[in-house]
């Protein structure tokens, strides 16, 4: 039975394979292959193969010569890790300034820098940043796991010294790393429940994932007399723990905590088994092709994100897909197309530097050059991503001088006339009139309401003007630096939910003792309205009862989660309590919005009409008045980061009316509103009051993407908005 390594004198071509088994299902995980969903997995077998390579070297070494030599293996580690890491953030720093806004720049170098300096595990818990779904992703999201590793190898032998002085040295060793393995797990656990990035992204969650490859190989001698002739059996019930991991594990899975047992335990398994005869080492893993994806791993694990994060943005595709992002497209050919580009680059980078360096003269003989020439290339790293940040965060601050000069004005727009008229395809978009509110409340349901109501005979105020050409005004609110977090503050809160949740949280803003209730439903798109129903909230009295989803639009039909890559069943049962929870709150005025793309399971229901119907099913079954508000024109671009690649041309960052509407324009709306007798509530005249739709109106930035309303602009149109409601008063 052969555990090799664990010496360090025999090597195992299995292993090899085994890496590249790993960086596959990172790869086929990032490119979004169905199935492959889970394919993270592969950087918790790249913990296990460390914890298990990198402990039996140093046990050797303590076993061989009596003593660890600290400045060698930090010399190895360093000529191992840094030269293609700190080239390949070095070009993802030159590929963002050439390809992305300045507004994106200032966060995309920091990133850099956490990530040069090893803490961007670190850096991203802090940032909260959710590794399964990513919207506009960092392209250096993917060091996080060298910075646990990094740190790993920073403390780990410090560890063993301290227990290598015990009598009995192996035993002490064991006993300290069963010690970390445990109280590891224990803490992973709990933080997965109470704080899943941390529980992601630490050294101190996921170090028992390299303990336990770090017990593997002190108790090898013990292992190898377990296991015996039941290897090959070992093994291939490690791969079948893979193979089950891929299965089991969802992004909305609770991750890593007990599920993280899968990948781990199965590594463990297939390493374990020594690669044997009839062994998945033996049959599999020794093969040429995983062997040489395993060399070129660690290369290949540094250039795929950025390439594919990068390359999405050049080549006009976006990058992971984005909550509510509109029509979902299929882009896994260019990913994979990119993933092929990755893999020759990745190719070359090991061929030219990975190994030059690594086997280069003057790094073997003189670790303290070695340790030179290391921080020269990381402090270039950082003075080049601090400049860039620093540079990149004045052009914003310029191009946005004065902003917030302006105080927030919430009744600035009265409801503007527009004509009344359906568009086709090319077509200007209908701007439907909103009901005055003496009308709106003698619509009982479920008569339908007329769609082509007069509007309020109250004489509208002058709006602001659309800002649709020129520079960008001074005063701007929010300031670009701002606009893309100038959103409403329910997730924040803790009274929206995203992709995971489905039970609806139980908040109340405006007046909690309030007699008439208000409930608001919807996805994200419903969501982007709460400031200004706030505001009503506020001034009226009302109870105001939030009930949002994240993409899951509001229709009684299965439908497709993107980011998920399956069925959003999640959706299917939030809505089902939420019109539970509506029945018992018997709401006095029920405001429904949500994003007019629709990712459906089923291809007939990508009609406007039958989703209409499937509203309309929905509303049906819950109390009170029901509003509609129509879904919000799109912008074509993410309307920030253009104003701040164009400060003095706003007229690079609007989008054309029949763009921005589509055809299917209020049809799902007046469908559900035939069906219902719901009243529909059209805010298009105020987002888009002229042609084109312009980012700016007056000093307030429309978009803080390119389909979501900033929180500034909306509470704008509370004015507006309220006007449009129906009169209700209470029970």
Wanted: aromatic share 6%; with cysteine; glycine share 10%.
């Amino acid at each position: 039975m052969n555990i090799g390594g664990v010496a360090g004198s025999s090597f195992r071509p299995d292993l090899e394979g085994l890496r590249g088994i790993a960086i596959l299902l990172v790869l086929l995980c990032h490119v979004g292959i169905p199935g492959a969903s889970a394919g993270f997995i592969g950087v918790d077998v790249f913990f296990v193969l460390s914890g298990f390579l990198i402990t039996g070297l140093l046990v050797a070494e303590y076993e061989r010569d009596g003593r660890l030599n600290l400045r060698a293996f930090y010399a190895r580690r360093a000529r191992r890790i840094i030269p293609a890491a700190v080239l390949v953030l070095a070009c993802t720093l030159l590929a963002a300034q050439l390809l992305l806004s300045p507004l994106d720049l200032p966060g995309i170098a920091d990133d850099v820098l956490s990530a040069g300096l090893s803490v961007a595990n670190v850096h991203f818990a802090l940032q909260a940043t959710d590794y399964f779904a990513p919207v506009n992703p960092s392209p250096v999201l993917h060091y996080w796991s060298l910075g646990v590793e990094e740190q790993f190898y920073l403390l780990w032998p410090l560890l063993l010294i301290v227990a290598g002085r015990a009598p009995r040295r192996r035993v002490a060793m064991t006993s300290l790393i069963v010690l970390v393995l445990v109280g590891s797990f224990l803490l992973s656990y709990q933080l997965t429940l109470t704080s899943a990035p941390w529980a992601y992204y630490s050294l101190a969650t996921r170090a028992w994932q390299l303990a336990a490859g770090g017990l593997l190989a002190v108790a090898a001698p013990v292992v190898g007399r377990i296991v015996g002739r039941l290897g090959a059996a070992v093994g291939w019930f490690g791969a079948g723990l893979l193979v089950a991991s891929l299965v089991v594990i969802q992004p909305t899975t609770e991750y890593p905590g007990l599920a993280s047992l899968l990948p781990t335990i199965g590594a463990v398994a297939i390493i374990a088994s020594g690669g044997g005869v009839w062994s998945p080492g033996a049959i599999a893993l020794a093969r040429a092709p995983l062997r040489w994806l395993g060399r070129i791993s660690y290369s290949l694990y540094l250039w795929h994100w950025p390439i594919l994060v990068l390359g999405s943005v050049a080549l006009g595709a976006g990058a992971n897909g984005t909550e509510d992002g509109g029509v979902v497209r299929d882009d896994v050919p260019l990913r994979l197309g990119l993933f092929l580009l990755a893999v020759a680059v990745a190719w070359l980078s090991w061929r030219l530097v990975e190994e030059p360096v690594r086997r280069a003269r003057g790094w073997r003989v003189g670790p303290l050059r070695g340790f030179g020439l290391a921080g020269a290339a990381v402090l270039s790293l950082v003075i080049a991503s601090t400049t860039l940040g620093v540079v990149a965060s004045q052009t914003v601050a310029l191009a946005s001088a004065d902003a917030g000069a302006i105080e927030e004005d919430v009744a600035v727009l009265a409801p503007l006339e527009t004509p009344d008229q359906t568009p086709g395809p090319t077509e200007s978009p209908a701007l439907t009139p909103e009901p005055t509110e003496s009308q709106a409340s003698q619509t009982p349901k479920p008569k339908p309401t007329p769609t082509g109501s007069p509007r309020p005979s109250t004489a509208p105020v002058q709006a602001p003007a659309a800002r649709n050409s020129g520079p960008i005004p001074p005063g701007l609110s929010p300031s670009l630096a701002a606009a893309r977090n100038d959103g409403e503050r329910l997730l924040a809160d803790g009274c929206a939910l995203s992709l995971g949740g489905t039970g609806p949280p139980s908040c109340v803003y405006g007046d909690p003792h309030g007699k008439v209730t208000v409930a608001l439903v919807g996805d994200s798109h419903a969501a982007h309205w709460f400031p200004a129903l706030e505001v009503l909230a506020r001034q009226r009295g009302w109870r105001l009862v939030p009930l949002t989803k994240f993409s899951c639009v509001f229709v009684d039909m299965p439908i497709w989660s993107p980011n998920l890559k399956r069925e959003y069943t999640e959706c299917e049962t939030w809505r089902e309590n939420v019109v539970g929870r509506l029945n018992q709150l018997r709401p006095d005025l029920v405001i429904i919005s949500s994003n007019r793309y629709l990712p459906v399971i089923d291809q007939r229901d990508n009609d406007p009409e039958r989703q209409g119907a499937a509203l309309a099913r929905l509303i049906d079954r819950i109390p009170g008045r029901v509003v509609i508000i129509a879904d919000t024109p799109r912008s074509g671009v993410d309307v920030p980061a253009c104003l701040a690649a164009h400060p003095d041309a706003v007229e690079q960052c609007t989008t054309s009316r029949a763009a921005a509407f589509t055809w299917r324009h209020l049809l799902r709306e007046k469908e559900a509103v035939r069906e219902s007798g719901a009243t529909l509530v059209d805010m298009s005249a105020a987002i888009c009051p002229a042609d084109p739709c312009p980012p700016i109106i007056g000093n307030r930035i429309v978009y803080r993407d390119n389909h979501h309303l900033t929180a500034t602009f909306v509470k704008s149109l509370a004015g507006v908005l309220g006007a449009a409601l129906p009169a209700i008063v209470a029970r």
